[in-house]
């Protein structure tokens, strides 16, 4: 039997090479329990994007063992012309904030929240529950102390509609 996929989000990392002659950067990642160490022997690696200043997008899961607080782990390995390094590893707690959409009107069969830490943009979705009418709730992650903008993706029948605020979006700190 084939195990449900996990469902992940998408967070941007950045490697500045602090020398030049640095030929590649590949991160090496996991997630754990809160207060529990990592184990890399099931760890998710990336090549980051060429040039002094480089990046990949982790797909980290939305939860760890159930819960929607967790720790996110990696390090950098560094090829360079010469040698072979690595950095520390680094720990960053990953926490989940939901936010909601209060259709007054109750115009919309469905909401969305598309969503992304704001220093580094990349594109997340979340699908709106509700438990009271015409108020949707989502969650969004990301690294406990950062920023998330948000917007709403609206569905009305055969039609739908982005609000992002006139292009400012919605913030919240997690």
Known sequence: ??????????????WI???????????????????????????????????PSRSAVFEVPRTVDGSTEFSLHHFFFVVG????????????????????????TGAYSSVGFIWSEADSPVPNYTSGV????????????????????????LLVGD???WDDNGGHGWTITL
Do not use: N
């Open 130 to 153: 509700t438990d009271v009418p015409h108020v949707f709730r989502g969650l969004v992650w990301g690294v406990r102390g950062s920023t998330v903008r948000y917007g709403f993706h």
């Open 17 to 51: 090479d602090p020398v030049p002659g640095i030929a590649m950067v590949q991160a090496h990642y996991t997630c754990s329990p809160t207060g529990v160490p990592p184990d890399w022997a099931g760890a998710e690696q990336v090549v980051l994007s060429p040039g």
């Open 81 to 104: 012309e010469h040698d072979r390094t690595t950095s520390p590893v680094f720990t960053e707690p990953i926490v989940a904030r939901e936010v909601v959409f209060d259709d007054a």
């Open 1 to 14: 039997m084939v195990p449900p996929p996990v469902s992940v989000f998408g967070l941007r990392k950045t």
């Open 159 to 161: 039609g739908e509609r």
